[in-house]
């Protein structure tokens, strides 16, 4: 049987996951197909935008990949269209044949520690979101009025929030952050950052050029102790046998860094290795005061992989603000199946399955990190993404997908309509991200973000309105 025509997709969600999947979708040369993308904040691009460090506007230029994508005449943008709020499963499957969820993980893991929910304990996801303008997070408390930060986790995150703890006014003033989070750490206080990871250096997360970008700070001197930066014998035997020689350059330079620090700076940034938190201690008012942790020592596993173990070797580190980096984690979609354990859509190869009987359910499909869990990088995504596609092609070429009541085009936007959903389009994105750049040129910035739906819609509106008359 052949696939039907025109083969109607929704897309929820338009991070990288999503724009990898549109563009396979878009790119296979016999399928006649028509694809909406649904993003619940009101524009695109997921974590590109909200996630990326403001200062790392190379990694953001990904974006530009993905622009022409959403103005193809194949494809539509509801954007302020929440999926679970103001679309069902029931509707997906009565408008599309196929629909795929790539929304990412937008929560976090916990530490599972005493004091974990103390005011000052924060998880990094949040504050990346914060001095990222995410909606949902401008208004997140941050005391930076503290003189000393932790930060638990040795992953790209953890480093990027270290960083911008440590970037001075003219750093941050060359970002697209927006101006509230500017002005906060342009006041803060932090004096201190302390940088955690349970393992040693060749376990650490972060790559080797975030590593380096911690050496050329203006106001921060990077400290890491020698004996910490020094492997033990798994670890030596892991780095000689691996293929990645990227691996050796890191411990490398890690242990350049230790032997040779440069020169102190207003504020001092503290990799530490092999050492974990316990506790976090209040103070006298109820806020987080202090870090209790244990130092660790490197075994190896059963599975041949090496777990770090407290030694009882303890030591306590003053601190008012705390962040969590220990990995994202996505939440549950309505109607969709969920593992709880793994964070993930059951899913095989982008196949969402019934997990009771391990059959596909026809006409759902997963990409991203809810499908394999919060691993890799942005570019990770895009074979993510070419294996579900081939998994949505092949079925409908086989005639398994369902066929929608109701696959009209006009079909959606009526219904959001008439439930008074006020949806941004492609047409939309355009004059917002026009406006921002403009903004951002104003100050020599790279844009100026719009953080609120209001403030979007005010913005549009008066830049449709007609000019008046002299």
């Not at 930076?144 to 006014?169: F, K, S």
């Amino acid at each position: 049987m052949s696939s039907p025509s025109p083969l109607r997709v929704a897309i929820i969600g338009s991070g990288p996951a999503a724009m990898y999947t549109l563009e396979h979708l878009l790119a296979e040369p016999e399928l006649d197909v028509t694809v909406d993308v649904f993003e619940r904040l009101f524009t695109p691009y997921g974590l590109v935008r909200a996630g990326v460090a403001p200062d790392h506007q190379k990694i953001k230029g990904v974006t530009r990949a993905f622009e022409p994508l959403l103005h193809d005449p194949r494809v539509r943008l509801f954007a302020s269209v929440e999926y679970g709020r103001d679309l069902a499963l029931d509707d997906l499957r009565r408008l599309y044949h196929a629909a795929c969820f790539a929304t990412g993980a937008q929560s976090d893991r916990r530490m599972g520690i005493p004091g974990e929910d103390l005011p000052g304990s924060l998880p990094a996801t949040a504050f990346v979101a914060w001095y990222n303008g995410h909606p949902d997070y401008c208004t997140l408390a941050v005391d930076l009025a503290q003189e000393a930060a932790v930060i638990v986790g040795m992953g790209n995150v953890a480093i990027d929030v270290a960083r911008i703890l440590c970037l001075t006014p003219g750093e941050l003033r060359r970002t697209d952050m927006p101006a509230y989070a500017i002005e906060a750490l342009e006041a803060s206080r932090i004096r201190e950052v302390h940088v955690l990871g349970r393992r040693g250096p060749a376990q650490a997360a972060f790559t080797t050029p975030e590593l380096k970008e911690l050496t050329t700070l203006e106001g921060a001197a990077l400290r890491i102790r020698p004996d910490e930066a020094a492997l033990d014998p798994l670890s030596a035997a892991e780095v000689e046998r691996s293929a990645d020689r990227t691996l050796a350059r890191k411990v490398q330079l890690i242990q350049e860094i230790a032997a040779s620090p440069g020169p102190p700076r207003p504020r001092t940034l503290h990799l530490r290795f092999c050492i974990t938190p316990l506790e976090l201690l209040p103070g006298p008012g109820g806020t987080v005061a202090a870090v209790r942790c244990t130092r660790t020592r490197l075994v190896a596993t059963p599975s041949g992989g090496i777990a770090a173990e407290p030694t009882g070797e303890e030591e306590v580190i003053p601190a008012g603000l705390v962040f969590r980096s220990v990995g994202y984690r996505a939440l549950p979609l309505p109607g969709l199946p969920f593992d709880d354990r793994l964070g993930v859509v059951p899913n095989r190869a982008g196949r969402v399955i019934d997990p009771a009987t391990g059959a596909p359910l026809p006409g759902l499909y997963v990409a991203g990190w809810l499908k394999r869990g919060p691993t890799g990088v942005i570019g990770t995504n895009k074979p993510d993404a070419a294996e579900t596609v081939r998994c949505l092609v092949e079925d409908a070429a086989a005639g398994r997908l369902p066929a929608p009541p109701e696959p009209g085009a006009e079909t959606v936007p009526a219904l959001l309509a008439a439930r008074g959903v006020r949806w941004l389009t492609c047409a939309d994105w355009q004059r917002i991200d026009r406006l921002e750049r403009e903004a951002g040129a104003r100050e020599g910035r790279p844009r100026v973000k719009f953080t609120s739906l209001d403030a979007i819609l005010a913005a549009l509106e008066q830049a449709e309105a007609p000019a008046s008359a002299p």
